[in-house]
Structure formats: C-alpha cells, structure tokens
C-alpha cells in the first residue's frame, strides 16, 4: 500500500465507520442506561430517524456545492422559515378558491420559487459586491429571519391540509416520504456534482479561484447557481416537513445553518472549498441525528447532547489534521 | 523573412494599474514557426503584456493584430477560441481535481444536460500525455504529483486547441533537465506545425538554444528586437538593464571563521542518507545537484520542518535538535524557501508587512507594532535588492514574479541570521538582480555569516560558493573547493558518475 493510501481510506470511510461506531455503542449502553425497554437499533427506529434527518440533510446537500464552491450560507434557517410561512399562509388564503387539492402544487410553488429566489439574490450579491459569502449570507440570515416576523407577528402560522397529511405519512417501500425527498436530492445533487460540468466548475472554482478564472471560468454564474440551488433546496425542506406538522413558528429553522454546517464538516467537506462529497455529507447528517437519538436514547438533555457534538466535531477536524501528515519524514507545517 | 506574414501582432499597447504603467506602448510580431523570446527585468512588464495578448487584462490602448484583423480578447475562453494559449508563470491548477480536469480546464466536453463526457476528455488527454512522455495518467490527482509533473500539466494545456500561437512564461522554472528536453521537442514540434511561440525566461542558455528571435522590454517600454544568432549574451543583457555585468567566477576569499554549522551522518528516510559537511563563518558553500537530488529536503531538516532519521547537527560545536522553525529562528538560522508563493509568501497582505512577518515580535512598540521601524526596514531592502514597487502598501500578489522572490529574500537578510540558507535564491530573477542578490550573499558571508546557496544552475554554484557540495539522489559525492572544481567534474559527480580521482 502506498503511503498516503490508508490515510485516504480512513478518511473516505471515516464518517461510516463512526456511524457503526455509534450503532453500536448506543445499543449496548442502551440496555443498561434506556428509559424504555425498546431496543435502540429498532427497525422501526431506525427509518423514523432516516425521516428525521430529511430537514437538516436536504439542506446540507445543497450547502456540499456551496462550500465546496468555496462559498457558505447561514441563511438557510431563515430562508427555510419563510418558505414555511408561504407555503402555509398561500394555502390558508387560497383554499377557498382553489379547493383542497388545486392549491396543493400552487403552494409548493409558491414557496419554492421564493427560496429559490432568496437564494439567487445572496448569490447575486456575492457576485456582483464581491463581498464575502459569510457577510452576506449573515446579513441575508438576519433580514430574512426579519421578513419572517413581519408576516405573522410573534403569532404561528398554520394550517393542515389533510391530503398533504396522507401524503407525508405514507411510506413507499418502507420509506416514509421524507426520506425519499432526501434520497432523490443526494442523487440529484451527487450527479450534478461529479458528472456535470457545472459541478466540475464549483470544485475548480473552490479549489483554486485564480486558475479558474485564467481558465475563462465564470465564477461568479457558478455561485449564483449554488446558492439559488441552496435556496430552493431550503425551500424543499421546509415544504416537506410542514406539509406534515401545518403550523409554523416564527422562530423555526434557528440554529439550522449551524446543524447543516456541522454535518458537512464531519462529512469530509473542506472549510476552505475545493473538497467534499454529496455522500459524505450524507453520513454526517445519519451520524448527526443518531447522536441526537441516542444521547437521547440513554437519557441525556438537549444541552449534553449540544455539548457532545461540539466536543465530537473538534476532535474529528483535529483527526483530519493528524491522518493529512503521513509520517515522521513529512513535512511539518 | 519579411515576405512572411506574422501570425500575431501587438501595436502601441499601453496597460496601466493604480500607480503603476506597466506597458508603455509596446508593439512586436511573431511570425509562424518562430520562437520568438521575451526579455526584460522583474516587472518589466513581460507577464503583462501576455496576460493582455490572453484575454485576461483589457489594454487601455493599442491594438492586437492576429492574420489581416484586429482582435479584441474579452475573455481567456476568446483568446483560446482564436488560438492563442498561454502558459502561466505561476502553476495555475486545481489540486483537487484530475489531470484531465485542469488540462481541459474550462472547457470540459459536454455531453447533453451539461453532463461532463468523460470518455472523450481522457482518451484526448492520454493521446496528449502520451506525446509528452509523462510517468503520470489521466486520472490522476493533481495535488498528488511533484511540482515539475505540474508543471507538465501546464504545459499540457497547449497541446489541446489547434494553437496560431502559444505563450510560455518561464515555463523552465521548476522543470528537471529531462523534462526540460521533453519541452523542447514539444516547442520544436509546435513549430514545426508553423504555430508561433513566445517563450519568456531569465535563463540565458535556453534562449540561446532554442528562440530565433528575441524582444527586450525596459520598464514597459519596447527597447528592440534583434535576431538570435546575431547577439549575443553580453548584448542582450546590455539592452535589458543597460549596463553590462560581471560574470566571472568567484575569485576572492574572505576570512573564515569558527564552523558554524556541522552536520554529520544525517539521515532523513529515503530522502537522504549520511550527508555530512561543515559550513564556517564568512564562507559561502553550494549545494549542487539534480531537481530532487534531496538538497531542499537538507534545507528543510536543519530549518526544523522535518525529523531526522539519524545523524547530527553541531551548531558553533554544539550537538542541537531543532523542533519547529520557531526554534530554528531563535538559534539564528534561517531558510529562504524555494516554493515562494506556498511557503515564502502571504499573497494578500502589502509589501512591508510580508518583509517584517518573522520580526513581529521584536517590532513592538508596547502592544502596538513599531510602524516606523518596519518601514524603514522595508526601504532599506527595497534599495538593495531593487525591488519595483509603487510602495510599501502595494499587494504582494500584484508584484511581478521576481520582484515576489526579492521580497521573501529580503525577509530573511532582516533577520540578521548566524546561518542563512538559500533554496534556489534567484529562480525567476532577471540577470541585473540576480547578480545584485550574488553580490549580497558574498557580502554576507564577508561579513561573517554562514551562507548556504542551494541552486540547481551551474554558473551560480560557481560564481558565489568558495566549496561546492554535489549530491546525487540523496547522496553527497564529493565537495569540491573553488580551485579544484571544473564544469565537467561537477556535471560528472550530480550525474552519479564515481570520478576515480575523488576522494
Ligand atoms: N494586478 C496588478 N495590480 C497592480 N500592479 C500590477 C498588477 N500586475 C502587475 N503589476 C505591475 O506591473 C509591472 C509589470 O509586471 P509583470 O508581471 O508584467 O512583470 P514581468 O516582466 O513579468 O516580471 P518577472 O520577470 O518578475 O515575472 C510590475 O511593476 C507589477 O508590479
Ligand atoms: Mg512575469
């Protein structure tokens, strides 16, 4: 094997190995510390957790291109916020015209075009101020998230329309409807990714901006793209989830940006751009929310379980460090 | 030749920067077929000029002239489309990404819905790899091939368009001499298929060997053209900084002191094994050898960036270890890396804070940064070592590429180092600056320090060293003192051939 090849598999593997890692040890500390008597690595458990990392994962597919793009996004709780209000909010208006099924597909719509458009004006900014993507985006964070006050107050906005209810409950194949969501947006996005040319540009562009640009790349369409995708795909999340529930707080979606930060992170996507995958990413959101589950599982509250991951994401981006150098000879830098 | 119609033409161009005229009007032609080599100081304007031929800057005047028409490049993409492609001075490649990527950078095929074609692009780039006999393949990462394989990625991209014309800018920089070889044909070949080239570099030799025709620059401004074979060296040199130069070899000694540095049986893996040597105040010595024959490798040890395998290290008669670069610095030995834009350099910030950067500890002015004292360092190196810049607040990432490598030299000298050792200290330095920089390492070394010149060309190894170290592949074969040493002898020892006579 060559030097450099173990490191590499480790790496690629990593994210997995510590997702079985988790299974396991949930399981056997389960038995001993579990407030029910239900087994952790449950069937039924385990595709409830596949649905509930839809939200977050759905989002962090979207925030893979973007970083790897060498960009970021923290607006993405508030874009997927106000989504929430407009898909909720058109269809309370619209029922009375449209009727109960009609105004579904205006709805999703509605709300989807807003994220994507939110989305394209953070990328239209970056690209025409040249200005950051993290000033922007958190300046977009906190007007957004302003937008969405202004609709409804401190006051949520609801309404249940109970075809979508039927819809979002199904399960296909054992899959509940969410899950597919997340699994037809990783393929989509893993294609876009490594087989088109758009996706090729983002890593380029991530990778080395000045090359790209003495390339004739444009960067700055690129980056529009990436973030009106990240919008739409914030958009989609918010839609799939509150087709089910039907009522929106003006607070939801808080602290999004920094779950999905933290999954593409544990998932391999370098900080700095250039580097990451769609299925990488994939594992740090699995292995994300079976923390969450499982610290949850053996009793711990939400601030051990915040805490816990914190703790976990440190030490996984040291580790990084510690596999890039690959013996005593390397380089030290 | 004048029957011939030039298959590119520049006329009046005038591009200018805030505070900077980097090109005053410069006009000259290349015709098909012709290596057509592009002369001047360390921001003469030469990069330029080609950036502005490649669609990249926009002139603020003059015309560009390809065939019977003007042509205006609005983009790299343009300027390719048209024929023209231009190999950058600095490796301009995505690590990440595969060979074939960065060859077909830009403009991968397609196939429909934007999909990559992946079949097309690595049967187009094994054909072109093929042709430059690389060790290397097309899927390939970049980020995981030496610096001169990179190189040949760059040089690659020319291969892939039918090309009127094709720039390279001192593409020789970081090349091995096999690979060296390998160019040459490609440029023959290019030639011959009647493409023009324009070939920048400092290196006299390759300009002599392989261009027909050669355009001086001085501070932006056409100074003439002249046919190779009618120069000569001394001429050119004359054109380009307006004075001639003494190239002798070094003849005067200087008093030497205690030894400075010993080492001795050191080992680091398989990068080098057992070189031993001594270097005494007031001497200079030289590491001569192959790209890769393990000299940066030595550099990199003692400046504490790599663990030793075995062997030691005496300073002034002292066994040390030395940890981390900081603990090399506080012991008084400093190291002018080779790679000056990864290692050397902080691209974004101006000129005076990257010359004081290892000094901020000693500038202080209670907690706030002595800004007097650094400027005043910076203008004293800038004299010395001319460097061209509108001032201390310009980017280090808009000066020319040698006017970069001074700056980084000038780092180190400010430290005042008890041992300085300098990696390839005038790789894409004009020839003026370059015997400035020789001046200054002599200079040194009369003063008492201990100087370390590691170099790959054989004119500085002679020209600065009072003893030379050969080294092949991670060996050292022989020292030689500047009495003993001959070019042939030399060439014998880095090639790995066991002179009887040495001992
Ligand atoms: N983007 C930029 N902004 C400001 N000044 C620039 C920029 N690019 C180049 N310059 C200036 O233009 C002048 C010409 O630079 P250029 O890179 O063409 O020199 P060069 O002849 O290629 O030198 P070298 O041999 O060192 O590569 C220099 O004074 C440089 O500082
Ligand atoms: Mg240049």
């Known amino acids: 094997m060559q030097p450099g090849a173990l490191s590499k598999a480790l790496k690629g593997g990593a994210i997995w190995g510590f997702i079985v890692l988790q299974l396991i040890f949930f399981s056997i500390a389960g038995e001993f510390l579990a407030l029910s008597d239900k087994a952790f690595m449950d069937y039924e458990n385990m595709l409830l957790l596949l ?25 993405v709780g508030a874009t997927f916020a106000i989504a929430a209000i407009i898909l909720l909010g058109s269809m309370d208006m619209l029922t009375g015209t449209l009727g109960d099924v009609m105004v579904i597909p205006v709805a999703w719509f509605l709300a989807l075009a807003v994220g994507t458009l939110l989305g394209a004006l953070n990328g239209l900014i970056v690209w025409k101020t040249g200005v950051d993507a993290f000033i922007v985006t958190l300046g977009a964070m906190l007007g957004y998230r302003g937008i969405v006050f202004m609709f409804n107050g401190e006051n949520p906005t609801s309404h249940l329309n109970w075809t979508l209810v039927d819809y979002a409950e199904a399960q296909f194949l054992g899959l509940h409807t969410a899950t597919w969501f997340l699994a037809g947006v990783t393929l989509v996005l893993w294609f876009v990714m490594t087989r088109t040319v758009h996706g090729r540009n983002a890593y380029a562009i991530g990778n080395n901006r000045e090359a790209a640009v003495n390339a004739g790349i444009r960067v700055g369409p690129h980056m529009m793209i990436n973030f009106a995708i990240i919008g739409f795909l914030a958009a989609l999340s918010a839609v799939v989830f509150y087709s089910e529930s039907g009522s929106v707080n003006p607070n939801d979606g808080q602290l999004y940006e920094l779950w999905v930060i933290t999954a593409v992170v544990l998932g391999g996507t370098r900080i700095t751009g250039g580097a990451g995958s769609v299925i990488g990413t994939l594992g740090g959101v699995i292995a994300i929310q079976l923390l969450r589950k499982g610290l949850g599982h053996i009793g711990a509250d939400t601030s051990t379980v915040n805490l816990v991951i914190g703790l976990i994401l440190i030490a996984v981006l040291f580790l990084d460090r510690q596999l890039n150098v690959k013996g005593k000879e390397e380089l030290k830098i | 030749m004048t029957d011939v119609k030039p298959v590119l033409r520049l006329e009046g161009i005038v591009k200018t920067f805030p505070g900077v005229r980097a090109l005053d009007g410069l006009s000259f032609d290349v015709l098909p077929g012709e ?203 004359q054109m380009m900084i307006g004075r001639k130069l003494d190239l002798s070899r070094n003849v005067s000694h200087h008093e030497l002191g205690n030894v400075a540095l010993e080492v001795r049986g050191l080992s680091c893996g398989k990068l080098y094994s057992d070189v031993s040597f001594e270097v005494r105040r007031g001497e200079v010595l030289g ?141 894409g330095i004009d020839v003026g600056s370059k015997s400035e920089i020789h001046k200054l390492l002599r200079g040194l070394a009369a003063q008492g320090y201990a100087v370390i010149v590691i170099s790959s060309e054989m004119p500085e190894v002679l020209h600065v060293s009072d003893r030379i170290v050969a080294m092949y592949s991670g060996r050292v074969m022989r020292t030689f003192t500047s009495e003993e040493v001959t070019e042939d002898n030399l060439i014998q020892a880095i090639s790995g051939l066991t002179d009887d006579r040495a001992a």
């Open chain 1, 51 to 75: 649905k509930q990392s839809a939200p977050i994962g759905i989002i962090a597919m979207g925030m893979t291109i973007v970083m790897v793009n060498g960009n970021i996004d923290l607006s």
């Open chain 2, 35 to 237: 290596v057509h080599a592009l002369m001047g100081e360390n921001g003469a304007g030469k990069s330029t000029s080609m950036k502005v031929l490649g669609g990249i800057y926009q002139p603020d005047e003059g015309a560009i002239i390809m065939g019977d028409e003007q042509v205006v490049m609005n983009g790299p993409l343009e300027a390719k489309a048209k024929g023209i492609v231009f190999i950058h001075q600095e490796l301009s490649l995505a690590e990440e990404l595969s060979v074939a990527e960065n060859i077909y950078l830009g403009e991968l095929p397609r196939k429909s819905f934007g999909r990559v074609d992946w079949a097309l692009l690595y049967e187009r780039t094994d054909a072109i790899l093929k042709k430059l006999k690389v060790g290397f393949n097309a899927r390939t990462r970049v980020g995981d091939l030496s610096i001169a394989n990179q190189q040949m990625v760059e040089i690659a991209r020319a291969l892939t368009v039918d090309a009127k014309a094709v720039i390279f800018d001192e593409p020789t920089a970081s090349l091995t001499d096999a690979e060296k070889v390998v160019l040459f044909d490609v440029i023959a070949d290019l030639q011959a298929e009647g493409v023009g080239i324009i070939y920048i570099s400092h290196r006299m030799e390759e300009i002599f060997k392989i261009t027909d025709r050669i355009t001086v620059l001085r501070d932006g401004q056409y100074v003439g053209t002249v046919e190779t074979k009618n120069t000569d060296e001394e001429r050119v040199t």
């Open chain 2, 287 to 427: 590491f001569y050898g192959l790209v890769g024959a393990g000299r940066t490798e030595i550099a990199e040890t003692l400046f504490g960036l790599r663990e030793p395998s075995a062997g030691q290290i005496l300073l002034d008669g002292e066994e040390v270890r030395i940890s981390s670069p900081a603990d090399a610095i506080a012991r008084g030995i400093s190291l002018v890396p080779e790679d000056r834009k990864g290692q050397g350099l902080v691209l974004g910030m101006n000129c005076r804070d990257n010359m004081t950067l290892p000094q901020v500890d000693d500038l202080k002015a209670g907690p706030f940064m002595a800004e007097g004292a650094e400027v005043a360092i910076f203008d004293q190196y800038r004299d010395k070592l001319d460097i061209r810049t509108p001032g201390w607040k310009q980017r280090v990432g808009n000066l020319s590429g040698g006017n970069q490598q001074k700056i980084v030299i000038g780092k180190w000298l400010s430290m005042h180092p008890n041992v300085l050792i300098v990696d390839e200290p005038t790789r």
